[in-house]
């Protein structure tokens, strides 16, 4: 029997054609926010329904600060999901975490400058708590789903997320190293930010690919290095992926399926219309569609 929850998958474009997926199509949707980054694969794995995006779009058109976050993970919604995997890659800023490492993330930081990353604007105001950006208990799925196909995976880190889209320079690597920081990456804050706003549990598991340019016995990281790391982790992020969905409780246990009850500060009826329109996949439980 299908499960109550469906999975979405962020990722590569080759994450989606894991062995066993079934009943597989193509879903291209319009959002109030414009076009996500391509067509989503739907699907049924191990009798869970699974949602996958390629975030850069297929073929890696899209660059960082490009991308269409608020309609890719609208679009998910639309479309059912409930819990959001997110895999991604990201340069090590710690000597035990290696290329080709996992690690589960629990913590960010965001560097970046040129992003819309809420739903909320235009006539209508929410504040989503955030001081714990990931979703435990979808966190520990991803964790156990990964020591189960005995990648080396590491348990927490803090995700700094650069704008991009060139690398960092020494002294920003150094910078972010004295900070304490574990992995930097281009992606992934707004995709969490923006699942919280939208009420989907979210975790990141970030794949090593290099070691920045900090290490002074590694040469300062290269499109070859990381490309070359990337294709050898696909495998292992399949793999997880395909260990992660039959482990997704059915129901959730955590507080982001109510992330807004108390987080919409506008009173009803000052919210327009146009504000309702656009937000009603996420706020008319809350505030109803009617004006007034």
Request: proline share 4%; charged share 25%.
């Given at each position: ?164 889209p060139q690398f960092s ?97 506008t009173a009803k009826d ?23």
């Amino acid at each position: 029997m299908t499960q109550a929850q469906t999975i979405g998958v962020i990722g590569g474009s080759g994450l989606y054609e894991i062995e066993g997926l079934k009943d597989i199509r193509e879903v291209t949707l319009a959002t109030p926010f414009g076009a996500p980054s391509d067509a989503y694969v739907t699907g049924v794995l191990d009798g869970v329904r699974m949602v996958f995006l390629p975030r850069h779009g297929r073929g890696h058109r899209i660059s960082p600060s490009e991308i269409n976050f608020r309609a890719n993970i609208w679009g998910l919604k639309k479309l059912g999901v409930t819990r959001v995997l997110s895999l991604s890659a990201v340069g090590s800023m710690r000597e035990d975490i290696a290329p080709g490492d996992f690690v589960v993330i629990d913590q960010f930081i965001d560097r970046t400058r040129h992003r819309p990353d809420t739903f909320f604007s235009e006539g209508v105001v929410a504040h989503v708590m955030f001081a714990d950006p990931v979703c435990g208990e979808l966190r520990r799925v991803a964790l156990e789903a990964a020591r189960s196909i005995g990648v080396k995976v590491h348990d927490g880190g803090t995700y700094v997320n650069m704008e991009g889209p060139q690398f960092s320079t020494r002294a920003e690597s150094k910078l972010y190293r004295s900070w304490g920081v574990d992995v930097i990456g281009m992606t992934n804050l707004q995709e969490a930010k923006l699942a919280r706003e939208a009420e989907l549990c979210y975790a990141t598991i970030a794949m090593a690919t290099d070691y920045d340019c900090w290490h002074e016995e590694h040469e300062a990281v290269t499109v070859e290095a990381v490309v070359a790391v990337m294709g050898r982790n696909v495998g292992n992020a399949k793999a997880l992926v395909m260990a992660a969905a039959p482990r997704t409780p059915t129901v959730r246990s955590c507080g982001c399926g109510s992330a807004l009850r108390h987080a919409i500060m506008t009173a009803k009826d000052r919210i327009p219309q146009a504000a309702r329109d656009r937000l009603g996949l996420l706020i008319d439980k809350y505030i109803g569609p009617e004006q007034g």
